[in-house]
């Protein structure tokens, strides 16, 4: 299982933007899918992540209300949508998804995409 982060890039304080995470086989074959980031000096930490089944959600408290999670089946992609972005947001991105194999979760992670947002 392969998943490919993109979107990232440099933006203004207030700014948007879209990451993608394109997994390698169908989004359904992941029990969790979720986005995570690790600024230079700190523990990567939940963004975001999505129950592929029920489609709940659940937000880190410092993105909630800016960030949204969400899917796309018929492109089989999973997004996260960015807005008011401030310079503490200024981190490497990555996707994860969980697959569940009937005993335990198996985690996957994708390369990381960087964020900088910077004036």
């Not at 207030?14 to 029990?31: M, N, Q, V």
């Not at 992540?49 to 960030?67: E, H, L």
């Not at 089989?76 to 335990?104: H, I, W």
């Amino acid at each position: 299982v392969q998943l490919q982060a993109s979107g990232g890039g440099l933006v203004q304080p207030g700014e948007s933007l879209r990451l993608s995470c394109a997994p390698s086989g169908s989004i359904f074959s992941f029990a969790v899918m979720g986005w995570y980031r690790q600024a230079p000096g700190t523990q990567r930490e939940l963004v975001a992540r999505m129950q592929i089944a029920g489609g709940s959600r659940n937000y880190a408290d410092s993105v909630k209300g800016r960030f949204t999670i969400s899917r796309d089946d018929a492109k089989n992609m999973v997004y996260l949508q960015m807005d008011s972005l401030k310079p503490e947001d200024t981190a490497v991105y990555y996707c994860k998804g969980d697959v569940f194999d009937g005993k335990r979760y198996i985690d996957f992670w994708g390369r990381g995409t960087l964020v900088t947002v910077s004036s």
